[in-house]
């Protein structure tokens, strides 16, 4: 049997979710371990959002879902002291001052260290006296942040954190989140349709489309299971044998990506440039209709 400290701390089997005769969730598997940073990543309507719901226990469910080892529809209060959940990073009261604020987290969450914000905070120019609906988008951003840091939890929730944010302010909470969250023994689970500047943090990308899980895939295994040929318009690649996923037509250039990894690349070596697709390449060409991946 694993101790809890190596069992996973989302584990989800069959999980389906139906609104009226639509299917937001339809059986979809995902575990999430300790130390991962797992981006969920799907075109506009695909369940994201439902799914991160029912992670929090927000929506009732048919399947079979446990955090922490707990069943979070039923036992909501106990799982929430091992995780924190953000939906939008800016959208904290705007009429409280952030002293109000700490002082609210902290009756709200009993593992809300007010030290460490006030140390966290130190490190910025807000000030305790600040209304939160007078500092800048960014700045926000970095409160909020400070109170999630601030939280000793194991597991953060992230759903679209960033949006509308610039990418000076987006790029700055992704790496704080690494460096002040994110170890080893803690996990994220991230949603964001900005899928190029998240590619870097993540350890594990999980594509969902139409309520299904379409690719489950460690970062690090991504060279190895998919390969980007540019070649130039007009050049006839010869792709015997090979697994087209994709192709896309661009000014004087055509992208072709393939399955396989190094036995496909060495092939292709001599037919064009060979690079590893980028998670946004990959994420096109799983998603558009008529691919074969
Ligand atoms: N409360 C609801 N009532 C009815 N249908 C819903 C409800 N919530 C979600 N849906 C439907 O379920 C599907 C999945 O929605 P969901 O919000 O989970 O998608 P998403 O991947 O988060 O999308 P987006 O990227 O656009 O935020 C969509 O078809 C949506 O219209």
């Not at 991962?36 to 879902?65: D, F, H, Q, R, W």
């Amino acid at each position: 049997m694993q101790s809890p400290s190596q069992a996973p701390m989302i584990e989800i089997t069959g999980l389906s979710k139906s609104y009226g005769a639509k299917k937001a969730l339809d059986a979809v598997d995902l575990t999430v371990g300790r130390g991962e940073i797992v981006g969920l990543i799907g075109p506009n309507g695909a369940g994201k959002s439902t799914l991160l719901a029912a992670v929090m226990g927000l929506l009732a469910y048919s399947g079979s879902l446990q955090v922490f080892g707990r069943d979070p529809f039923h036992q909501r209060a106990a799982m929430l002291e091992h995780m924190s959940y953000i939906a939008d990073v800016a959208s904290l009261p705007g009429w409280m001052k952030v002293r109000d604020l700490f002082i609210f987290v902290d009756a709200m969450h009993p593992r809300f260290d007010r030290d460490k914000a006030m140390s966290l905070l130190s490190a910025t120019n807000i000030t305790l006296n600040d209304r939160v609906d007078t500092l800048s988008k960014g700045m926000k951003t970095r409160l909020h942040l400070i109170t999630i840091l601030a939280i000793d939890t194991d597991l953060l929730v992230l759903d679209e954190p960033t949006i509308g944010l610039d990418v000076l302010v987006r790029r700055d909470f992704q790496d704080r989140l690494v460096q002040d969250f994110y170890n080893q023994q803690r996990s994220i689970l991230i949603t964001t349709h900005q899928v190029d500047e998240i590619e870097n943090i993540l350890t594990r990308v999980v594509f969902i489309n139409q309520g299904r899980i379409t690719l489950d895939l460690e970062m690090a295994e991504l060279r190895d299971r998919f390969t980007k040929l540019l070649v130039t318009t007009g050049e006839t690649p010869v792709l015997d044998g090979l697994e087209l996923v994709h192709r896309r037509e661009l000014p004087g250039r055509v992208e072709l990506i393939f399955k396989g990894g190094e036995g496909v690349n060495s092939r292709l070596a001599t037919q064009g440039e060979v690079v590893t697709p980028s998670l946004e390449d990959l994420f096109v060409a799983i998603n558009t209709p008529g691919s074969q991946a």
